[in-house]
């Protein structure tokens, strides 16, 4: 492709490099998803097992394999580290931009659009956020860019169909190995309506479209076929039933499950881009009612088919719409290569940066016990309202470009800002902390009674047995093979088990357990991390 600038490469993949790999060891794991898939990956790997995803030492079946190869592997080579962990979703993030920026040089034919949208998708609040996390939705969104990008290369360049087929059906295979049938039906659908759209549906017609397809089930049939025969209807009904039809009906988190949930995501998500995006709905939808070009036709097709997926379905979360955020990167990009109305959007965004300063000094006050240290507050606002106020000069002074790089660059304050309050951030986000009050296993085997949401990180940092205590509870959306204590008559049966029980709940949890019978049981606070009290419960007997 002779829009491709070697140049633009270079400068992504540094700042690919330094934003999602700096300050990756900053943090423990956090709770409740980086441990759930680093405790899976560890538990299989302990196993020897290479296939069967695997947490309290049972088989869970919430998701497919691949992401666990990959926590294994970085583990073996890095070590069993947060920075290991977080290694693939980082180095996955990095491979998405570059791709994207591939994609762009396709549809725009304008190295400048192509490298601005890259930067607009790098620099994005939520991708940053995402490239520096273990969850599966960074790998499988970068799976599917790639399975359009090679879709795209095929229609753009009809001399390399062939290779542009086998592409899409690897790439969409990887992302259901990674996540599931999604990895499949997105690109699928995205690639059937855009041809819709083009009116060339023959094109599904070709030979080399049914050679792709079994390349496809011949890489992804062969783990699905495994775990069903040996797990039987097991397997099917939580992976199939529970974690993907259960999905689209119930909500796992009723207070997402609002209309407004993914728009407010998208727009939120693409901080600092924001008004950039907005204008770049804005234009495309004048272009669709005017003369649409085939880009056009195609950034739909991929934006309505994941959108209205992830929006019918009752269960919400953030990061489910990540494979949307490259079309938003792309419009944002498009905006500013055109160089319409980037002025005022950069003085509002100026403006932005000036305020979150003060509201840095507002939350400095207002949480002050919580942050001991006034010193990382006061750094903040004045690096905020400092970037701000460079923004707006180099506008002002019509150095645009400059400013667009200044307002690209905001992920360094955060990182400062990791960086500055970790110790602070730390016990509200990760059971690390609370884990050392903890006996490890082999110091001597015990059940450890935790709350819902830390019941796996106590399991990745102790290694000990877990329960929990959830009054009027339920087991979790996807069932744990774990004691799930939901009456006060379990959670003292229990206690009677062992002379002495450790204990990481809530707030109200141990304000329950400190109201039982002195006569029989003895509480004691051992500590108090973040929202976490550490606490051991003593069985003194019926006497």
Known sequence: MRDISLRHIWILSVLCGFLYFAGNSSLSLTDPDEVFYSLTAREMSAKGDALTPTIFDQPQFEKPVLIYWLLNIASAFFGPTPFAARFFPAVFAGLGVLGLYFLACLGFKDE????????????????????????????????????????????????????????????????????????????????????????????????????????????????????????????????????????????????????????????????????????????????????PGVFDHFLLSWFLVVFVIFQCAHSKLSSYILPVFPVLALLAGDVIGRQRGIRVMLLVMAGLFALLGMAFLACRHLYQPYVPSP???????????????????????????????????????????????????????????????????????????????????????????????DINGSNYFSPHPIPILNTLDKVKGFLREQKRTYAVLKKGAYNTLSTLDPAHFKVALLGRCGLEYVLTVEYLGNS
């Open 112 to 291: 400048q659009r192509a490298f601005w949208s890259a930067v607009a998708l790098a620099t994005a609040g939520f991708y940053f956020a995402l490239a520096k996390t273990v969850f599966t939705d960074m790998v499988f969104s970068v799976f599917i860019l790639y399975s359009l990008l090679f879709f795209y290369y095929a229609f753009d360049q009809p001399g390399r169909i062939r290779e542009g087929i086998l592409g899409f059906y690897f790439f969409a295979a990887l992302a259901a190995l990674t996540k599931g049938p999604l990895g499949l039906l997105i690109p699928g659908l995205a690639a059937t309506l855009f041809l819709t759209y083009r009116g060339q549906l023959h094109w599904l017609r070709d030979r080399r479209v049914m050679t792709g397809f079994l390349l496809c089930l011949a890489l992804v049939l062969p783990w699905y076929v495994f775990m069903a025969a040996q797990y039987g209807n097991a397997f099917i009904h939580e992976f199939f039933i529970n974690d993907h039809w259960r999905r689209l009906i119930e909500a796992e988190h009723k207070g997402n499950d609002r209309w407004f949930f993914y728009p407010a995501t998208i727009l939120g998500g693409m901080f600092p881009w924001t008004f950039f995006v907005a204008a770049g709905f804005s234009g495309i939808y004048r272009r669709l009612k005017d003369r």
């Open 375 to 469: 010193l990382p507050g006061y750094f903040l606002s004045a690096l905020f309202i400092t970037w701000g106020g460079c923004i707006a000069t180099l506008v002002l002074k019509e150095k645009l470009k400059r400013a667009l790089s200044v307002l690209a660059l905001i992920g360094v304050p955060f990182l400062i800002a990791l960086f500055l309050l970790r110790y602070d951030i730390e016990p509200y986000v990760s059971s690390y902390s609370a884990a050392q009050y903890l006996p490890r296993e082999g110091v001597y085997k015990t059940t450890i009674l935790s709350s819902k949401p830390w019941a796996r990180g106590l399991r990745f940092y102790t290694g000990q047995d877990i329960a929990v205590m």
